[in-house]
């Protein structure tokens, strides 16, 4: 599969709890990004990492909020004690330079009763 | 802070119409503007990208319209189809500052 997997698909988390995602980007790709998509809305930007180096991250982007790429591979996202507010669709896309040729992954889709 | 607006929030067309999604933007930085189609439960997908020395680009259906004075683009789709149902995003960069409109849900009725 030459695509951008996410894992898991669908989460469901009780308030307070941690949970963590994780991102396969296409493995040509050094660029990867998180985004943030709630119900009516686009994608917002949670950070972005060249190869394992996180480059930029949004406001957005908490304290409870943390993301890794270790080994410049796949990416993971955790949120520690989560609130309502989190719940959201989780995106990651990838792409080879710049914003140019993004593809996106199918998303995590996080729920937090 | 809303950097793209887009417009409509939906919108229905029967087959064969063509639907014209507009967006306009703020920041006369970005440089480079596409595109995506996004269906239930999946990823945001390219569609078509401009760059702004470019007043029109055609793919297949898909074209879009640029007009940087106005900082507005739109997405014309030409003969669309049941299968173009669909949420369509317009986006606005300027190297790895990606920025999405709050998108425009469409619906082509057979």
């Known amino acids: 599969d030459t695509g951008v997997s996410q894992d898991p698909r669908h989460k469901i988390t009780k308030r307070g709890q941690n949970v963590t995602f994780r991102c396969d980007p296409i493995?040509?790709?050094?660029?990867l990004y998180w985004y943030r998509q709630t119900l009516g809305q686009g994608p917002e930007f949670l950070t972005y990492f060249q190869n394992e180096a996180q480059l930029e991250k949004s406001r957005l982007l908490s304290d409870r909020f943390s993301a890794e790429r270790p080994k410049g591979s796949f990416s993971t996202l955790e949120i520690q004690r989560t609130e309502q507010g989190d719940s959201a669709m989780y995106l990651c896309a990838s792409s080879p330079a710049g914003p140019y040729g993004y593809t996106f992954g199918s998303g995590t889709r996080l729920t937090v009763v | 802070q809303q950097q793209v607006k887009q417009s409509p929030q939906s919108l229905i067309v029967q087959k064969g119409g063509i639907p014209i999604i507009n967006c306009a933007y703020e920041n006369t930085a970005f440089d480079y503007f596409p595109w995506y189609q996004q269906f239930p439960g999946k990823g945001p997908a390219l569609l078509i990208a401009?760059?702004?020395?470019?007043s029109e680009k055609k793919e297949g259906r898909f074209t879009i319209s640029f007009n940087k004075s106005a900082k507005q683009f739109s997405l014309h789709i030409m003969d669309s189809q049941p299968g173009d149902s669909a949420t369509y995003f317009c986006?606005?960069?300027?190297?790895?500052?990606?920025?999405f409109g709050a998108g425009t849900r469409l619906t082509v009725k057979p």
């Open positions: 493995s040509e790709h050094n660029r």
């Open positions: 986006a606005a960069s300027r190297k790895n500052d990606m920025r």
């Open positions: 401009i760059r702004p020395d470019v």
